[in-house]
């Protein structure tokens, strides 16, 4: 499911990349109403349930939950009933749209989820803001030199939100390219005072989108996510 901005619709080429959260909502299970049982059998797909019904019950749920609010988002941006949209999305693995719809990215903390859709490659992570770290133990195992010296007077939880902003940062960056975290995670700096991750190996540069959301910490990396009028929407939706 590859694909280049030549093979983009011209209308989603226009289309501002979008952020959707979700705080915790409960996991979805057939057995819990009606109607999650009616949205599971009409708008995931046959394989997506197949795939859901092989895991551990909490993670079905979540599995579940997670790709019916992709799909209802992305049909809003594509113009599609949720059912038609275009997506590979196995356990696991990054989820994929169809060659000229776009790129989608999926990231989930507990039972709260954040979903972006951009006309170009994107990347997104999210955490509790609240998260506990080993945070000199992290820096000093896989933050450059020069990154870990700008951070070296931090201490306790100046040093814990520091290290726990990067590693956002840097995995959204890293599924932004559609790369392993034990592959990538090491190339990436970031500068903490001007915002902007670089990558020591490639010299790509990026500045990373970043903020808050009920207690929430998130991060998202892309060329459609960059410069005036290309911010991201983001709000809040208890539902799936």
């Given amino acids: 499911m590859g694909q280049s901005l030549r093979g983009l619709d011209t209308g989603l080429l226009l289309t501002p ?63 599609l009933q949720p059912q038609q949209v275009p997506l590979h999305s196995p356990p696991g693995e990054p989820p994929r749209l169809a060659s000229g719809c776009g790129w989608v990215s999926l990231s989930h903390a507990a039972e709260a989820l954040l ?54 940062c840097k995995e959204a960056a890293i599924k932004w390219r559609q790369r392993g975290l034990a592959q990538e995670l090491s190339s990436w700096c970031l500068d903490h005072e001007q915002g902007l991750l670089s990558h020591g190996v490639e010299g790509i540069a990026v500045h990373p989108r970043e903020g808050r959301l009920e207690g929430w910490c998130w ?22």
């Avoid at 006309?119 to 509790?128: A, C, I, Y």
């Avoid at 991060?219 to 799936?240: F, H, K, M, N, Q």
Wanted: aromatic content about 8%; hydrophobic content about 45%.
């Fill in 17 to 79: 990349s979008q952020l959707w959260f979700l705080p915790p909502g409960g996991c979805v299970r057939p057995s819990d109403d009606g109607a999650a049982s009616e949205a599971i059998s009409s708008v995931l797909s046959s394989q997506e349930r197949s795939w859901g019904a092989a895991l551990p019950p909490l993670r079905r749920g979540l599995y579940w939950r997670s790709r019916l609010a992709m799909r209802r988002r992305l049909g809003a941006v594509l113009d």
């Fill in 115 to 168: 979903i972006a859709w951009s006309p170009q490659p994107v990347g997104v992570d999210l955490e509790k803001c609240d998260r506990h770290v080993d945070a000199r133990a992290l820096m000093q195992r896989f933050f450059p030199v020069a990154e870990q010296r700008q951070l070296a007077a931090l201490r306790d939880e100046a040093l814990r939100r520091a290290v726990l902003r990067s590693w956002l």
């Fill in 219 to 240: 991060a998202a990396v892309g060329p459609g996510l960059e410069g005036t009028g290309r911010a991201p929407v983001i709000w809040s939706d208890s539902g799936v």
